[in-house]
């Protein structure tokens, strides 16, 4: 059974409040019947990205407080969490300087792992990890909206409402100290491997490019020299992205890390009663890396909405169809790929693999859909 979605896009076509994105995202939530989804009197998690230092190109606080606001007047007490990604009192502080703040999206902003990112509930999980340590914030909420930024990523090909879910909402720590390789959440995901990131010190001009996007301090140039801590690496391969020499040499991503992705996902879900979650997905300013990226490029597509509904298969498929048939702008990342017109999947040109294995996947394990039909709002 095909799953409803409902849809605005980005076009302003009169010069009115009501028909400017805000006022479209303000009528599309009037019609998502959010009491449905939130308990009313209870607290209800607005998960998001916060982005990064350079990466401000996430979901836009004007947004998110609207969503605040919507979550609010269905009876909800609303707040708006991710989890640690790099030390989290200074995620805190990028949070703010991106404008997530509680003076602007009207909500406590809160870390759902903790400060310290090990605050967590062991969820079984299946395939490749022994369990998820699910945030505790996300854990104990009874209802959650999902904010995604819809974009490209180095592992996943398509970063939507599916990696939000596995990677967003598991702790960045656990309680074993020690090698990253023991670790589970999303450096466990990121270590689903063929190998590890590999350098070669003769080809590094020392720009240190790869030290600044290390969220573990894993990569270090002390007296002119390169080198990599394997003991605080996780792969999550953002050195190997930024690196102009080749130095930096990534490990084959096989399809265990989007098995993963829906495993983890699917165990997030489990903690929340049937039809507590519902899904925003934006699909403006669309970037061809991961919001943790320490800088945001030009979008590689032309804004095309907002999509909404409450099955995350449906939805992260349908951005995929919509951004397929989207115009590559010219300049950017996609465009300098070869794609010049809208077809084929962008996420798959970006980053030689597909964006829709972890989606087919979630849609199997999990009981839901990949099919849908979307009403378009005026």
């Known amino acids: 059974m095909a799953e409803k979605l409902l849809f605005t896009d980005a076009r302003v076509r009169k010069w009115t409040h009501a028909a400017s994105l805000p006022g479209k ?55 708006v969490t991710d989890t640690v990604r790099i030390k989290g009192i200074d995620y805190l502080d990028v949070a703010a300087s991106n404008g ?41 909420s009874p209802s959650m909206i999902v904010l995604t930024h819809c974009k490209g990523h180095v592992q996943a090909g398509y970063a939507g409402a599916i990696k939000n879910l596995a990677m967003g909402g598991v702790s960045a720590q656990n309680r074993e100290e020690g090698d990253m390789r023991k670790r589970v959440g999303r450096p466990g995901m990121h270590l689903l491997h063929h190998g590890d990131v590999e350098l070669n010190p003769e080809l590094c001009e020392l720009c240190g490019q790869c030290v600044d996007a290390c969220p573990m301090d894993a990569v270090s140039i002390k007296d002119e020299k390169i080198s990599l801590d394997r003991r605080k690496c996780w792969s999550c391969c953002r050195c190997v992205r930024v690196c102009r020499t080749g130095a930096l040499k990534g490990p084959d991503i096989g399809p265990a890390f989007q098995d993963a992705l829906a495993h983890v996902a699917k165990a997030v879900l489990s903690t929340f009663e049937k039809g507590r979650v519902f899904y925003l997905n934006f699909m403006m300013d669309v970037q061809p890396e991961c919001d943790c990226m320490p800088g945001a490029d030009v979008p590689v597509l032309a804004d095309a909405g907002i999509l909404a509904g409450a099955d995350p298969c449906a939805i992260d498929n349908a951005t995929c169809d919509l951004l397929a048939r989207s115009h590559p702008i010219p300049g950017a990342a996609l465009h300098e790929k070869g794609c010049r017109e809208p077809g084929g999947e962008p996420f798959e040109i970006l980053h030689g693999k597909s964006g829709r294995d972890h989606i087919k996947k979630l849609a199997e394990i999990g009981g839901f859909s990949v099919d849908y039909e979307i009403e378009a709002l005026e």
């Open 25 to 79: 995202l303000e009528n599309l939530l009037d019609k998502c019947k959010l009491e449905r989804v939130v308990v009313k009197g209870e607290p209800c998690a607005i998960k998001m990205h916060f982005g990064s230092q350079g990466a401000f190109r996430t979901v836009r606080p004007a947004f998110v407080r609207r969503v605040v606001d919507a979550a609010r007047k269905a009876g909800a007490k609303p707040f």
């Open 100 to 140: 997530i703040c509680e003076q602007s999206v009207g909500a406590p902003v809160v870390l759902a792992d903790g400060l310290f990112g090990k605050d967590y509930v062991k969820v079984d999980c299946g395939g490749y990890m022994p369990f998820a340590p699910v945030a505790s914030c996300i854990n104990d």
